[in-house]
């Protein structure tokens, strides 16, 4: 897939319950056994279907094989259902493998959203906010991207704005999760410039 400045959007209602969509590719940072996969919700904000994330592991993620951006955004709907160590949802960019990859996440155990890097497969934290994020409730979360500078919205809010160069270069935009959080997502959509 080639950058573009046009923004695609994928709803995944037209992918199969029960599998993961033919064109992403899933995985963890760490240990674990993630489970990414197509489901039926009668809450999504697109009916019928959201991926959701079930497995655990350290760092769960879901990219979008053969995107590459450098600079945009991606923004996803995500719903925390259920989970007893986290209860996170979040978007990657600049992903280049497990190991090496931007995240941006917001977390309803702990109601905040933060920002990552993470390399040679270690997660680091560039900042915390305290946001509200209600467990079992639709929200948005948005990240845009250009050289250096970051920000990162909740439910149109902006909560983190900051530079950073630890990541350059284009890598892939995708979905990530934390620990034993079981979460849905609808509506991915992206944009490179």
């Excluded at 209602?13 to 029960?18: L, N």
């Excluded at 993961?20 to 197509?38: C, D, E, F, M, N």
Aim: with cysteine; charged share 20%; aromatic share 10%.
């Amino acid at each position: 897939m080639r950058p573009s400045s046009i923004a695609q959007s994928i709803n995944f209602d037209r992918d199969i319950p029960g599998a993961l969509p033919g064109s992403w590719t899933q995985g963890v940072t760490g240990k674990g056994a993630p489970r990414w996969a197509i489901s039926e919700d009668a809450s999504a904000p697109s009916k019928p279907n959201v991926l959701q994330q079930s497995g655990a592991g350290t760092f769960p993620w879901c990219v979008l094989r053969d995107s590459a951006i450098e600079n945009g955004f991606v923004e996803v709907k995500f719903k925390a259902i259920s989970g007893d160590e986290d209860q996170a949802g979040g978007v990657v960019w600049r992903w280049q493998d497990a190991n090496r990859y931007y995240v941006a996440r917001a977390n309803a155990l702990e109601n905040n959203v933060s920002l990552y890097y993470t390399e040679d497969g270690r997660r680091n934290t560039l900042q915390y906010i305290d946001a509200p994020v209600p467990a079992n409730v639709w929200h948005t979360l948005r990240v845009d991207f250009s050289n250096r500078h970051i920000a990162v919205a909740l439910n149109g809010k902006t909560y983190i704005e900051m530079d950073d160069d630890h990541i350059t270069g284009a890598g892939a935009v995708g979905l990530w999760t934390k620990a034993d959080s079981v979460t849905a997502f609808d509506d991915f959509c992206f944009s490179g410039k």
